[in-house]
């Protein structure tokens, strides 16, 4: 799901999100789970930790390599990692409770496993940041993207309605139905659940102290001014490390 070699905006957030997550890293073999474009476990390779990186769909300009998965079999021996990562991934699992015994069969007894998810204050931004991006798009400013280009071929009657919709209604970022079932299952409450009820206790839970939306309406604000809009308005992911429940 990592696609900062593809947004030069995400390329110092996805970096800035690994030194705040690395002292939760144990030494060793770690998994992540959804490598995408490959970069953060080039980064981690580089950090020193033997990484094995799986993915349901694998890119072409991956500058990584990225071993394909089917969404819930994980490939390693039980008990064989010292860390599980991911970062921006849950959310778009289908069958998350079988991704979540998997995780427990690969993971070591006195293993971590650290997962980035966004929170509801990245869902309700971005979908405020929807409307000026928009006016861009609408201006010739931006590129429409994949969820207003692939109406074109539909007939003229239908890809009216389809636009109109897509104007009107922010699309939901991952698995669940809505944008707006998402500001409450994206809530740290919610994450909390999830983890304890599939076999794992929460070792730490925090925001990742940096905030952004999904448009990258200013893509080039500095860190410090993203720290500063987190303490004002929240965190747009949560960070959680997480152990199993023996």
């Not at 970096?15 to 939760?24: D, F, M, N, P």
Request: hydrophobic share 40%; net charge positive.
């Amino acid at each position: 799901m990592n696609s900062a070699t593809t947004n030069p905006n995400l390329i110092v957030i996805r970096y800035q999100e690994l030194l705040e997550v690395r002292k939760h890293l144990n030494e060793g073999c770690l998994l992540e789970i959804g490598g995408g474009s490959g970069y953060q476990a080039m980064l981690l390779a580089e950090m020193g930790y033997h990484v094995t990186s799986v993915d349901v769909t694998i890119r072409s300009d991956a500058i990584f390599p990225i071993q394909p998965y089917d969404g819930i079999h994980l490939p390693g021996r039980d008990q064989e990692f010292g860390t599980i990562f991911s970062s921006n991934v849950l959310e778009h699992v289908q069958h998350l409770p079988e991704l979540f015994g998997e995780m427990r069969r690969v993971l070591k007894d006195e293993g971590l496993a650290v997962h980035v998810m966004p929170s509801s204050v990245w869902r309700f931004w971005t979908t405020v940041a929807r409307y000026p991006f928009l006016l861009k798009v609408a201006l010739g400013l931006k590129k429409p993207g994949r969820g207003i280009a692939s109406v074109a071929d539909l007939p003229k009657a239908q890809r009216f309605i389809k636009i109109l919709k897509r104007i009107c209604f922010e699309p939901p970022h991952g698995e669940f139905k809505s944008a707006w079932q998402e500001l409450v299952e994206f809530r740290g409450k919610r994450w909390k659940q999830r983890f304890e009820s599939n076999g794992f206790e929460i070792v730490s839970q925090r925001g990742n102290e940096l905030f952004y939306t999904g448009y990258s309406t200013f893509p080039k604000m500095s860190l410090k001014v993203r720290r500063h809009l987190a303490r004002l308005f929240g965190s747009s992911c949560h960070v959680f490390v997480v152990r199993k429940s023996l």
